[in-house]
């Protein structure tokens, strides 16, 4: 949903309003009154309304029963085993918005990843080991869960589906399985003597009897100021480089190609690179600024599918100076169905929705690697020098944020996860260019902080203890970049065991930001240098060490990574976040945004063709929890450089909270560790 304020015009898009959370419990004990001079109490305005306003509904536990029931007599008539359920929707979204959470509707669990299988006696759910405690949560008793990725289990539910067929059915949306997963998917069921088969409509669609409708909120254009490329510009390197593909002859033939051989277009069914192409943004799904379309380049025409209703007149200008057709979105199917573009083949990625395969026949595609997930990873230098700033407004924000926290900590008061991650929006909400949240806060203390993805629910929420690290993940959407920051956190005195793993992630984050790497070396090969600390004590993470990130656009973005084989470039923008997480009891991760740039070595071996990293994130990592004596001399260096560097680049942007510069100060100037207890067990801290 979309909150528009009365001074909203063309420049500046609607603010995105986070969907209202819903919670499967609710709280073992009330929140104490707030005194006089609690935070609420400092909260006018919009703020104040934001406040009370946020009510929450309490969720039971999904009764599936009829559900599962209305979806076997389907799967009955067309003669089926099993029908999965998968997460995505038809473009392949990480997020999807409410009207694709077909997945959560038919099993009750609300998390982001996740399968939905269903027999003609049983229902599955296969997910990985970040959710299964929230699927065992959320799932009725019709529900067994699969934990993909266990020890002894099955790698995910292809692997566990694959298994366990034989001689059998399986319906599934050929919209909500790429291209790429159904052709592996259909050669392991052929040896099982099973097969795939695409219903003509989807069964959840049928029985949902009310269904969200989709997001009719205008599309708005994501100015030059932002993008730094002309949205013609882009579309001319698209063509160049359908023009530069062979044509699709056998290796063996020597006849001249025929129009049918030769490429002539391309279809763009990812919603993040639809909308880098176009320099266009939209509100149609949760934290990310997208828009339902599809987009078709061939050499002569740029056809748009979109509805009519987002378009305002700004952009249908905007689609006119491109040269850009517009039909509505669900023609996409007429247009394929008919071959409008003429002979030849359409060139298609891996992620492509297995029924536009299907429809275009293997005679009309060729499937290849997205050519504008690769370029739109390389940000340019307006891209690049936006992101540096909204990383810059980003850490104000976080640094007035924790002032509060700590000092409201400190001066005795009870604050729950969830207050603290609805207090960090709305400094956040202060800052220019502000459009929403990135992603879901993760705000976590205790063992809710083991659990990598756990995000707060209001009533549900524990409150931040002084025993424990807390641990807050989180970001901003900006006009000119998305925001990703990780920092954990002690507000009392670490145990032994809490200080020396957090050491070893520091460690782990430092070794990834000093690295210097020559030209060609892909993420995975630097992985080792994040886990390496905590191997030397038997520790590790079972997540990702880092991402791409996009220039308003997804917070995930690809195809580089810490677990890639994708070689790192300069313009590549990645996250840098070890962790470590010991189950029940408490969990800690360090994560900043870093920009792959040239750097001059000593040597200089074979010329010019080394490379490291520009940090973006700015905010002070708290030195309470870590253990000196484990540092090397050149680790305390950098950590006290990082800190001094945080106080200088933040302190124009605390002018007028004096708490704020106090605390940036301190930490930017405090020892590193916490001095241990001396005659008669008196503590001394650094504060």
């Not at 027999?119 to 405690?133: G, I, P």
């Not at 573009?341 to 297995?354: D, M, R």
Request: hydrophobic share 35%.
């Amino acid at each position: 949903m979309l909150e528009r304020s009365p001074s909203v015009d063309s420049e500046r898009p609607p603010l995105y309003k986070s969907p209202t959370r819903t919670s499967s419990r609710s709280s073992g004990s009330k929140r104490p009154p707030f005194y006089s001079n609690d935070s609420a109490s400092t909260l006018v305005g919009s703020a104040y309304e934001r406040k009370i306003n946020d009510v929450e509904s309490i969720k039971e536990k999904v009764d599936t029963t009829e559900r599962l029931e209305d979806i076997r007599k389907l799967m009955a008539k067309e003669k089926l085993d099993y029908y999965i359920v998968p997460s995505e929707d038809p473009h392949q979204s990480e997020y999807v918005a409410a009207s694709d959470k077909r997945r959560s509707w038919i099993s009750g669990f609300t998390g982001s990843a996740g399968q939905a299988i269903i027999s003609k006696t049983a229902a599955y759910l296969v997910t990985d080991s970040r959710y299964w405690l929230q699927a065992r949560n959320e799932l009725d008793s019709n529900w067994h869960l699969i934990p993909g990725g266990a020890v002894d289990g099955p790698k995910d539910w292809i692997d566990w589906l694959v298994d366990r067929a034989k001689d059998s059915k399986i319906g599934i949306d050929a919209r909500m399985i790429s291209h790429e997963k159904a052709t592996s998917l259909n050669i392991q069921l052929n040896h099982k003597n099973s097969k795939l088969i695409y219903p003509p409509q989807n069964f959840i669609d049928m029985v949902w009897k009310e269904k969200p409708l989709r997001s009719k909120e205008p599309v708005f254009i994501q100015s030059l100021e932002f993008t730094g490329r002309e949205a013609s510009t882009k579309i001319a390197e698209v063509r160049a480089w359908i023009q530069a593909q062979p044509p699709a002859v056998p290796s063996y033939s020597k006849a001249t190609p025929t129009p049918a051989q030769m490429h002539i277009g391309t279809l763009i069914t990812s919603l993040s690179s639809i909308a880098w192409l176009l320099n266009l943004r939209g509100s149609d799904i949760p934290f990310n600024p997208l828009f339902y379309a599809y987009l078709f380049i061939s050499l002569d025409r740029v056809v748009l599918f979109l509805d009519p209703v987002k378009l305002t007149d700004e952009v249908e200008d905007h689609l006119r100076a491109l040269n850009i057709e517009r039909k509505e979105y669900n023609d996409i199917w007429a247009f394929l169905r008919r071959r409008e573009w003429g002979e030849g083949k359409v060139l298609i990625s891996p992620e492509t929705s297995y029924a536009i395969s299907l429809m275009l026949t293997h005679f009309r595609y060729t499937v290849m690697p997205s050519f504008i997930d690769n370029v739109k990873a390389v940000k340019n230098e307006v891209e690049l020098e936006g992101l540096r700033r909204a990383y810059l407004r980003d850490g104000a924000a976080y640094v007035r944020w924790l002032a509060w926290l700590e000092h409201k900590i400190q001066q005795g008061y009870d604050i729950t996860e969830y207050e603290a991650a609805w207090r960090l929006t709305e400094y956040r909400r202060q800052n220019k260019h502000y459009w929403g949240l990135a992603y879901e806060n993760i705000s976590a203390s205790g063992p809710n902080a083991a659990l990598p993805h756990y995000s707060p629910t209001k009533s549900g929420a524990r409150m931040i203890d002084r025993d424990t690290p807390y641990l807050n993940d989180s970001g901003g959407q900006y006009r000119d970049g998305t925001c990703d920051t990780t920092r954990t956190v002690h507000f009392g005195r670490p145990s032994i065991d809490q200080s020396e793993a957090y050491t070893r992630v520091l460690q782990g984050h430092i070794a990834i930001d000093s690295a210097v790497f020559p030209e060609g070396t892909t993420g995975s090969q630097l992985d080792v240098l994040a886990r390496r600390a905590l191997w030397k004590d038997g520790l590790n993470y079972m997540h990702g060490t880092g991402h791409g990130f996009g220039s308003f656009l997804n917070v995930h973005e690809g195809p580089h990574g810490f677990s890639s084989s994708v070689a790192l470039v300069p313009g590549h923008v990645i996250t840098n976040e070890p962790g470590f997480y010991l189950e029940g009891r408490w969990g800690m991760r360090i994560e900043s945004a870093l920009a792959i740039r040239r750097v001059k070595t000593k040597g200089e071996f074979n010329g010019d063709v080394w490379l490291g990293f520009e940090r973006l994130t700015c905010v002070p990592i708290q030195t309470r929890m870590v253990k000196e004596s484990m540092l090397t001399k050149e680790e305390k260096q950098w950590l006290k450089d990082h800190n001094k560097k945080c106080l200088e680049r933040l302190e124009p942007h605390l002018k007028g909270d004096k708490r704020a510069f106090k605390w940036l100060k301190r930490e930017s100037d405090r020892g590193i560790g916490i001095a241990a207890p001396g005659p008669g067990g008196i503590t001394i801290d650094w504060d």
